[in-house]
């Protein structure tokens, strides 16, 4: 009995700890990888090439601004696509990333546009319908709430 409890809560435990996985090779500098490169930063298992473009920096008291632009060689991944896979892009920044500065929590979401109609006043005017869904916040650390 105590055995098939231990092993009921290791395999409990073991699910929830499990994390999804993208078929995208993971961009920038993960933890404890091999690179290699001069003003780049070439990542040696998946030649994900990455770069660090400075924009603006600043010192203040206390806490830097610095505000860089990062670019990102793997722009591609495939997508199901009925019985196959087809390769998209990542995003429509086709691997330019901004960094997300410290303390400046933000919020994103999609738009769709609806249906048309019109309204008859003195004039014809027209009008267009749009819907706003998928709020997620972004706290000051990269978090979603």
């Given at each position: ?86 390769w ?8 330019w990333?901004?960094?997300?500065l ?25 009008y ?18």
């Amino acid at each position: 009995m105590r055995f098939a409890a231990r092993l009921l809560l290791i395999t409990v435990a073991t699910v929830c700890a499990a994390q999804i996985v993208n078929a995208q090779v993971q961009t920038g500098t993960p933890k404890f990888g091999s690179f290699a490169g001069g003003p780049d930063i070439l990542n040696l298992a998946n030649l994900n090439d990455h770069w660090t473009v400075a924009v603006f920096h600043k010192p203040g008291r206390g806490l830097d601004f610095a505000y860089d632009l990062n670019y990102d060689s793997s722009v591609w991944m495939p997508v199901p696509s009925g019985s196959t896979k087809v390769w998209q892009p990542v995003g429509a920044t086709w691997g330019w990333q901004p960094t997300t500065l410290a303390g400046a929590p933000y919020i994103t979401y999609a738009v769709q546009t609806g249906g048309q109609g019109q309204c008859y006043t003195n004039h014809y005017n027209y009008y267009q319908i749009w819907y706003y869904s998928n709020f997620v916040y972004y706290d000051i650390f990269g978090v979603s709430a």
